[in-house]
C-alpha cells in the first residue's frame, strides 16, 4: 500500500496511534507533515519543515520513516535529545506501529567509558587525592556490570567532571586497533551495532565532527541508510560550522604534555628527559597564551592580518612557530620508543597533528573562510567557514560523495526540522547557510489557541538595553510581577554580563522577603536546575525564579503552572563585535545587500520566537510574555519581529499586565 495512505491512516482518530498510544489526540498539523515526510520518503526528496511547538514532530517523522521499511539515520541537537529518542519514543511507536526495527545509539567517543584510560588514571599523579581514587574505584565497579559503557548510565557523575578526560577517549588519544582493550572496546561495540541497526539516533554534533575528520563511524553507517533525519535542525549551520574549520588550543597543547609525561614516566621511565621534552612544549603553549595579555573573559579577537587584533604580529608569530618547533622535537623523541607501546605511536600522530596547525595558523587564512581568537583560561585559534552550505551540496546531497566506490547508491531522502527555521516563507534563515534553497519547504502552525493562552507585554517607558539603569530596570520590574504570581518566572538575558546584574539586583530585591528562590544559571548543573524550576513551590518550598541565558533559550520545557511569566532582557541581536557577524556582515555588503535586513534581523527574529517558545508547551498552559526592550514597539523594523512571535493577545499598559498575572494567580489556585 502506498506509504503516505498507510501513514494518513496511523494518525487518524481511529487509527493505530489512537489505539496504541497513551493520550494520543489527532492533530490535522502533525497528520499533514507526517503525510509530506512519507512522500519525501518515496520520491527521496529534500523536505525542511518548521512545525511550531505543539505540532508533535517526533512522531510525525518517526511513524512514517518506520512504516517506510528502509533504514534510517536520525540525528538531533544533544545527547539527552538522543537519550530520549532512543529510551522513550522509539520503544513506544515501534510497539504501538507493530514493525520488526532494530535500533541503536550513537554517541561521540567521549560518551563512553574507556577501559584502557581508567586503568592510566589510577597511576595518574593527578588524580591521587582521596576524591578522585572514590570516584574512580565507583566507575571502575560500574566498569564490570555495564554493556555499553555509557557514561550517561553512571548516576550522581556530573557531566561537568574533571576526571570524564582521564576515563574516556578522544580522537587524539586512543589507540585504535593497537589498545590491549580493543577487544572490549565499547565505542566499537556502539558502532558495530549501529551498522547492524534498522533505525540509528546520532546528534548533530557527531555527525558533523565526522563528516569533517571520518572518524566516527557516521562514515561507514551513512551510506547504507536511505533516509536521514535532522530533529532541531536550526543548530545544524552553527553546530557544522565548528567542525568544518581548524582549532588549536592551548589546552589541547597542555592536555598533550600531561599525557606525554604520564605515559613517559609509566612506560619508558629513564629513556627520555620526559620532564625536559614536556617542559619545552607547556613553555611554547605558555607563551602563546602571553602573547594575548590581558583581556576581557570570554573575548574574540578578530584576526584578519597576521595576527589578531591588539597583539604583536612579530611576538605572535614568533610564539606560533615555537609551538611547531617543540612539538617537532617531541615527534623526534617519540620515534625513539615508539615500539615500547602503542601509546607513544599515538602521541607521535597528535604531536605531529598538533605541530601542523601551529604551522598554520602562522600562515594566511584560507580564503573564505574567518579567523579569531577566543580569550579565557586558555586561548583557542578558530579558522571557521562562514556556513555549511558547500558541505552539505558536495559531502551530503550528491551522492557519489557519500561513497567513491558506490556510486550507484539509491538516492537519499533528506527530511529537515525544528521549531523555529525562519520568519519567512522561504525559511531562508535556515535553508540559505545549509545550501538547502532548493528543498520543498513546509510550514505547520501551532495547534495552541495563544489569543487566549497568553499575552505580550512590551513596556515603551524602559530604558534602552544600552542604557546603565536597564538591567536594575529589569530586576525591579521582575520582582514585582514574579511576587504576585509567588515565582513561577523566567527571566532570558541576551549576555552572561546581564544575567549576572540583573541576578544580584534579585537576590538583593526578593532577600528580604525570602518567599521567593532566585535560581541563577551556573549555580548547578543545567538538569538539577531545571527540576528545581519545574517544582516551583510544590511539597511546601518557595516559588522560584529563574535568570538564564545561552541554551536556556531553547529545549527547556516547563509546562503548566511552574513558568507563566517569561521575561526577555532585551531583543537577542548577534553581537556586532563578533568575528563571525563581523565576518558574515561584510559578505552580504560586498553582495550589495543589508547585513541589518538579511542578518542581524532575521537571527533576531528566530532567537526571539525560540526564546518565547519557553512559554506556552501545552493546550492547557497559560502565560505571559514580557520583552524589556522599547524598541520593539518603537522602531520599524520592530513588526517584523513581533511578526515572528505567536498571535498573543497584546497588554498595552502595567495596569493590563498587573491585572492578568492576578488572573493567572486565581487560576492557579482554584486548580
Not at 582549532?247 to 606525554?260: A, I, K, M, P, V
Not at 566506490?405 to 540559505?432: M, Q, V, Y
Not at 565576518?583 to 550589495?592: C, F, M, T, Y
Request: net charge negative; glycine share 6%; hydrophobic share 45%.
Amino acid at each position: 500500500m502506498d506509504l503516505e495512505i498507510v501513514v494518513q491512516e496511523a494518525f487518524s482518530a481511529e487509527g493505530v496511534l489512537s489505539r496504541a498510544v497513551d493520550h494520543f489526540v489527532p492533530r490535522s498539523g502533525q497528520a499533514e507533515m507526517a503525510v509530506a515526510v512519507a512522500h519525501a520518503i518515496e520520491n527521496a526528496e529534500v523536505l525542511v519543515v518548521e512545525a511550531s511547538t505543539g505540532v508533535g514532530k517526533t512522531f510525525s517523522y518517526l511513524v512514517p520513516a518506520l512504516l517506510s521499511g528502509e533504514r534510517v539515520l536520525v540525528s538531533t541537537a544533544t545527547k539527552a535529545l538522543q537519550d530520549q529518542l532512543f529510551g522513550r519514543d522509539l520503544p513506544r511507536l515501534i510497539s504501538a506501529l507493530g514493525v520488526p526495527v532494530s535500533t541503536a545509539l550513537l554517541k561521540g567517543r567521549a560518551s563512553y567509558l574507556c577501559l584502557h584510560r581508567m586503568e592510566l588514571a589510577f597511576h595518574d599523579a593527578n588524580l591521587s587525592d582521596v576524591t578522585s581514587t572514590r570516584a574512580l574505584s565507583r566507575i571502575q565497579g560500574w566498569s564490570h556490570t555495564t554493556r555499553t559503557g555509557d557514561m550517561a548510565e553512571l548516576s550522581g557523575l556530573d557531566e561537568r567532571s574533571p576526571l570524564l578526560p582521564f576515563v574516556t577517549s578522544t580522537r587524539d588519544n586512543c589507540l585504535g586497533a593497537q589498545c590491549p582493550k580493543v577487544s572490549a572496546c565499547h565505542v566499537n561495540l556502539a558502532r558495530r551495532e549501529a551498522l547492524a541497526a534498522d533505525v540509528v539516533v546520532v546528534n548533530h554534533h557527531l555527525f558533523f565532527a565526522d563528516l569533517a575528520v571520518r572518524e566516527s563511524g557516521v562514515a561507514e553507517l551513512l551510506p547504507t541508510v536511505r533516509i536521514a533525519i535532522f530533529d532541531e535542525a536550526h543548530q545544524l549551520n552553527e553546530t557544522g560550522v565548528q567542525f568544518l574549520g581548524k582549532n588549536l588550543s592551548t589546552g589541547q597543547l597542555l592536555e598533550f604534555c600531561r599525557d606525554l609525561l604520564a605515559a613517559g614516566l609509566q612506560l619508558a621511565r629513564g629513556l627520555v628527559d620526559w620532564l625536559a621534552v614536556v617542559g619545552y612544549c607547556e613553555q611554547a603553549a605558555r607563551e602563546l597564551r602571553l602573547c594575548a595579555g590581558q583581556q576581557a573573559p570570554g573575548a574574540k579577537l578578530l584576526w584578519t592580518a597576521t595576527a589578531p587584533e591588539q597583539l604583536d604580529p612579530l611576538a605572535w608569530r614568533a610564539a606560533l612557530l615555537d609551538i611547531h618547533q617543540a612539538f617537532e622535537q617531541a615527534c623526534e623523541v617519540l620515534l625513539t620508543v615508539s615500539e615500547i607501546a602503542a601509546d607513544f605511536v599515538r602521541l607521535h600522530d597528535r604531536a605531529t597533528e598538533l605541530s601542523a596547525r601551529a604551522l598554520k595558523f602562522s600562515q594566511d587564512a584560507v580564503p573564505g573562510c574567518v579567523r579569531w581568537v577566543d580569550v579565557g583560561l586558555q586561548l583557542r585559534l578558530v579558522e571557521s567557514p562562514l556556513t555549511i552550505a558547500d558541505a552539505v551540496k558536495t559531502r551530503m546531497l550528491e551522492p557519489s560523495a557519500l561513497h567513491s566506490s558506490t556510486p550507484a547508491l539509491p538516492a537519499k531522502s533528506w527530511i529537515f526540522t525544528s521549531a523555529t527555521l525562519g520568519d519567512d516563507a522561504k525559511l531562508s534563515w535556515f535553508t540559505e547557510p545549509c545550501g538547502l534553497s532548493d528543498a520543498r519547504i513546509l510550514r505547520i502552525g501551532s495547534p495552541f489557541d495563544y489569543a487566549s493562552q497568553a499575552a505580550l507585554y512590551v513596556p515603551l517607558d524602559f530604558p534602552k538595553p544600552g542604557d546603565a539603569a536597564h538591567p536594575a530596570s529589569v530586576a525591579q520590574s521582575a520582582a514585582a510581577w514574579a511576587s504576585r504570581l509567588g515565582g513561577r518566572t523566567m527571566v532570558l538575558t541576551t549576555s552572561l554580563r546581564s544575567l549576572k546584574l540583573i541576578a544580584q539586583a534579585l537576590q538583593t530585591a526578593l532577600a528580604p522577603v525570602g518567599e521567593i528562590e532566585v535560581l541563577t544559571q551556573g549555580e548547578m548543573p543545567k538538569r538539577v536546575l531545571v527540576e528545581r524550576f519545574r517544582q516551583g513551590s510544590a511539597g511546601g518550598q518557595r516559588g522560584c525564579i529563574l535568570v538564564a541565558s545561552a541554551s536556556f533559550w531553547e529545549g527547556i520545557d516547563v509546562p503548566g503552572e511552574s513558568l507563566q511569566l517569561l521575561i526577555i532582557d532585551r531583543l537577542p541581536f548577534p553581537p556586532p563585535n563578533d568575528p563571525m557577524s563581523q565576518a558574515r556582515s561584510k559578505a552580504l555588503e560586498a553582495e550589495g545587500k543589508s547585513a541589518f535586513n538579511k542578518y542581524f534581523l532575521p537571527e533576531a527574529a528566530v532567537a526571539l520566537k525560540q526564546g518565547a517558545g519557553r512559554l506556552i508547551r501545552r493546550e492547557s498552559d497559560h502565560g505571559v510574555l514580557v520583552v524589556c526592550d522599547p524598541r520593539l514597539g518603537a522602531m520599524g523594523y520592530g513588526k517584523r519581529l513581533l511578526k515572528a512571535l505567536p498571535p498573543m493577545q497584546r497588554l498595552e499598559s502595567q495596569a493590563q499586565l498587573e491585572a492578568r498575572l492576578d488572573q493567572l494567580t486565581k487560576i492557579c489556585t482554584t486548580l
